[in-house]
């Protein structure tokens, strides 16, 4: 570190590639909150703004690719990252444009597909669910929901030989591991069950009793920005994906009582906790 006062305190650093939400509880400031609580400095990439509340996506305004690319390259040359996680990335161009600025980043890389918001709008340009497939090649890790990979591979992961199925094409797509998450899958158990499934490994299956919330809105970006902060503080994959799951559980137990339909709450998190 140059030019560094003294008394001066390095810090793990990740960087959100994503877009605003602005109600607050889900995309860069999701990400950003979720960062911060676990300790890590934060930094942003802005791909859209969203006229955005806990009951919806009203609009959604796109930056210009060159100016995505510009942040990237603005934060890369002067801050050390140690992880990325990117949310949602809207269009075929946009997703291009992310995977050409990953390619020379060497460290780990949580990519969550966002493709339609708890509300139900649709976040994503259907001619943009196959560029993800290149993208999944600068992947450390994938987060999809069960619609999610339904939409990219054809198939719900809704039995083990499903989502052995599914697992297989993220590998073949070039994703190092997958992590299934499980809050879209009922099976009357009252369980949910996340699976991360590693190339070459054997699956690891989380599974912890569900929480009857309905605001859920921001828990995928808070999982993946919470995985990726962890990274970046050093943990191994399996323990950043214990401890992502363990924060939005923290944030759905105790939910934020903010708009119509309320939010996962960042607050939620307690240092007693770790």
Not at 166 to 180: I, M, N, Q, Y
Not at 201 to 207: K, L, T, W
Not at 248 to 266: D, I, M, P, Q, Y
Request: aromatic letters at 4%; glycine letters at 10%; a negative charge.
């Amino acid at each position: 570190m140059t030019n560094a006062d003294p008394g001066s305190q390095a810090v793990p650093y990740a960087l959100t590639i994503a877009a605003s939400d602005s109600g607050g509880g889900a995309g860069i400031q999701a990400d950003l909150k979720t960062m911060t609580r676990l300790g890590v400095y934060g930094g942003s990439v802005v791909v859209a703004t969203t006229a955005q509340n806990t009951t919806g996506v009203r609009s959604t305004h796109l930056l210009p690719t060159e100016e995505v690319r510009a942040q990237y390259e603005a934060v890369v040359d002067d801050v050390a990252v140690g992880a990325i996680k990117t949310g949602m990335l809207a269009t075929a161009a946009g997703v291009r444009t992310v995977r050409d600025c990953l390619r020379s980043f060497d460290g780990p890389v949580v990519v969550d597909p966002v493709m339609v918001a708890t509300s139900g709008d649709r976040l994503l340009e259907a001619d943009a669910v196959s560029a993800y497939r290149d993208l999944f090649a600068e992947a450390t890790l994938v987060t999809p929901n069960a619609d999610e990979t339904a939409e990219l591979v054809g198939e719900r992961p809704d039995s083990v030989a499903a989502r052995d199925r599914a697992a297989d094409r993220f590998f073949d797509w070039g994703a190092d591991a997958v992590l299934f998450k499980g809050g879209h899958v009922d099976d009357g158990s009252g369980t949910v069950t996340d699976v991360l499934a590693v190339d070459g490994g054997d699956p690891e299956s989380f599974a912890a009793e569900r929480i009857d919330t309905d605001a859920t809105h921001g828990s995928g970006c808070t999982l993946s920005s919470a995985i990726a902060a962890e990274l970046a503080r050093g943990a191994s994959l399996s323990a950043a994906v214990a401890r992502g799951i363990e924060f939005v559980r923290a944030g759905l137990r105790t939910s934020a009582l903010v708009g119509e339909r309320g939010s996962v709450n960042h607050l939620a998190w307690r240092p007693e906790d770790e």
